[in-house]
């Protein structure tokens, strides 16, 4: 198994850990939990570099790639739309966890339709921003709320929030702009 791949499998592995610190529940563990989102997401960006750089790229990486990443983010999501902050409030708002996962099922089961007609749809700018965004604004939802409330000054779980709201807002247009500017091929697709 190539490294790319190999780096994919760990972003899945780093879920089931996630889930054991979540669960521990003390504010050390749910620090581990950010630390470990944020190495996952970053082993994302780097096996799609390293796989173009090193001409590993797989049909095995291409689909359990974005697999890989959506189960990270679901997760890390529904467990902070499940928990109540020191502010009373819930971490992140149920709409934004449903807005998010809704939007990447189905830009996935759209993909997969096009897929069987030996097509491909490409990633657009939007899509790949969201993504950036919803993977600092996690750790920070995660961390903050375990035990480094106040980062330098700043509240990391406000910032985590709203960075969060960005990345919702950023999923609905993403999601737009990919239905616009596939329709032709969604229409064949599905015909």
């Known amino acids: 198994m190539n ?33 470990l989102f944020a190495l996952a997401a970053a082993t994302d960006f780097l096996d799609g570099h390293l796989a173009r750089l090193l001409h590993q790229v797989s049909n095995f990486g291409k689909l359990i790639d974005p697999l890989a990443d959506k189960l990270l983010v679901a997760v890390a999501c529904l467990v902070c739309s499940a928990t109540v902050a020191n ?37 657009d700018w939007s899509g790949k921003i969201k993504t ?11 961390i903050g709320h375990g035990g480094l ?10 910032i985590g929030r709203w960075l969060m709201y960005l990345s919702a807002v950023l999923s609905l247009y993403s999601l737009i702009v990919f239905l616009v500017k596939n329709w032709a091929v969604l229409r064949r697709s599905i015909q």
């Open 87 to 123: 502010d009373g409030a819930v971490l992140l708002s149920v709409w934004v966890t449903m807005l998010l996962i809704c939007r990447e099922l189905t830009i996935s089961s759209l993909r997969a339709v096009v897929a069987q007609q030996g097509q491909a749809i490409a990633s």
């Open 3 to 35: 490294i790319p791949n190999q780096l994919t499998l760990l972003r899945i592995l780093a879920i089931p850990a996630m889930i054991v610190f979540f669960a521990i529940g003390t504010p050390w563990a749910w620090v581990v939990a950010g630390i």
């Open 149 to 158: 409330p106040r980062l330098f000054g700043l509240d990391t779980v406000l």
């Open 132 to 142: 950036i965004i919803q993977d600092v604004g996690l750790p920070f939802l995660i």
